[in-house]
């Protein structure tokens, strides 16, 4: 398996610890993407997901300019502010961390200009660039003229080719971080070489971005298991009343699909057989149990049943690999967590390697106290999809190849 030197081959990105960055300015990109809540950090932990490149570069000599979006700002908007994060890294390191007016323009260039080795400073929010999500080609450029070095270490948005992931990788020479270099080892061992049986769990409600997954691991895993909104297109498909459920209706098509790979392939894939029913989406909405799959008008279809929770459990403890993303119900609402909370707590007791990606699974992992129990928890949802289909990801595609590059 891939851990320590030897994997980085199987990688064949330059990585940030090869990087010459004594007395350079290093331009890193990272995934500060964090929830808010009161005009502070609710969750920090992607803040500290990215501090070991952070202090590598800190410590080797480099003056540090980090660049990360906020949620979907449509202008300037102040409640998207990077504020919040500045302080939050600054209590962390133990640092100062001042934050830029902007993500370019001259007086971000001027404190650039400022900065000592081992000094700190934030961009503001990226997408308060209108250019940024465009990649657009001169706002590249004009990033790029902040700094000697590219280092990009925001895995979860590597699977978007934008300014600060993509364009300005063109202009400087870029290196991996440390935690995209880790979760890129961590993924593609699953997705390559994984222990056997690989069992991929699968759920939540983004069916269309996840089905890709399926399609791909038909093919590779020894077991599927589905749960969450997920499994409605499957039960649509198989011609099952589905009621007020919820079901993306472009997925069923997708669903029809992978059901007929699943029958020509040696990978089972089990759908429920139970499931807990509401009336609304809501945590006050009247429940029922519902011992099979046809959902009556009226009642929607909001967790896995005990017997399915119960079944996949089992299967989870007898995995080599397990391979989680999205949760079997609407865990937010208590009267539908026990499924989630069952798998979670099934993978967390496993014995074999131990993989979770997806906000929402992570965050239910978070609320159950589990979260440290799980050999990798991936910080990117999408990206960590795409990486898992086999997909390229931008982010990575832009940086420099391994080959050749000495500390
Ligand atoms: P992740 O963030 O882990 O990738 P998703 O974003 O795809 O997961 O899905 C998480 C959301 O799916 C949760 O908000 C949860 O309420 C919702 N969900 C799960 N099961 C159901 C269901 N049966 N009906 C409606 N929503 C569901
Ligand atoms: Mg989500």
Not at 270 to 296: N, Y
Not at 353 to 373: C, I, N, Q
Request: net charge negative.
């Amino acid at each position: 398996m891939s851990d320590g030197d030897g994997g980085e081959a199987a990688f064949g990105k330059a990585s940030v610890r090869d990087a010459p960055v004594e007395g350079r300015r290093v331009l890193v990109r990272v995934d500060f993407n964090v929830p808010l809540e009161d005009g502070g950090v609710a969750d920090d932990t992607r803040i500290r997901a990215a501090i070991p490149t952070i202090e590598l570069l800190r410590e080797r000599g480099a003056a540090v300019i980090l660049a990360s979006h906020l949620g979907r700002p449509k202008d300037r908007e102040p409640e998207l502010s990077l504020r919040p994060v500045a302080d939050r890294l600054g209590e962390l390191i133990g640092a100062e961390v001042k934050l830029a007016p902007g993500l370019v323009g001259d007086d971000v260039t001027a404190l650039t200009e400022g900065l000592e080795p081992g000094e700190v400073l934030l961009l503001e929010n990226s997408r308060y660039e209108p250019g940024e999500t465009k990649n657009d080609a001169e706002l590249a450029e004009r990033l790029a003229g902040l700094a000697d070095v590219y280092v990009n270490d925001a895995f979860g948005a590597a699977h978007r080719a934008h300014a600060t992931t993509e364009g300005v990788a063109r202009h400087l020479p870029a290196y991996a971080g440390l935690l995209l270099e880790r979760e890129v080892l961590e993924l593609s061992a699953v997705r390559d070489d994984p222990s056997r049986p690989l069992v991929v769990v699968l759920g939540g409600a983004k069916v269309s971005d996840k089905v890709g997954v399926l399609e791909r691991f038909i093919d590779v895993a020894d077991e599927i298991l589905v749960g969450g909104a997920m499994c409605f297109v499957f039960f649509r498909a198989q011609g099952h009343e589905t009621g007020a459920s919820l079901v993306e209706e472009e997925g069923i098509e997708l669903a029809r699909r992978v059901l007929d790979a699943a029958e020509g392939s040696r990978c089972e894939l089990r759908l429920p057989t139970d499931l807990v029913l509401g009336e609304e989406f809501d945590a006050r909405t009247e429940t029922r149990e519902l011992d099979g799959v046809d959902v009556p008008d009226g009642w929607m279809g909001l967790d896995v049943g005990p017997e399915t929770a119960t079944a996949y459990a089992e299967v989870i403890a007898g995995a080599g690999t397990v391979l989680w993303n999205g949760p079997m119900g609407a865990f937010e609402l208590g009267p539908f967590a026990a499924g989630t909370r069952a798998v979670a707590e099934a993978v967390a007791a496993a014995p074999g390697r131990t993989v979770v990606g997806g906000g929402d699974s992570v965050a239910a992992l978070e609320e159950f106290g589990l979260a440290d129990r799980i050999d990798w928890v991936s910080t990117g949802g999408g990206a960590s999809l795409e990486l898992l289909e086999g997909k390229a990801l931008p982010g990575i595609e832009a940086l420099r190849d391994a080959e050749g590059v000495k500390a």
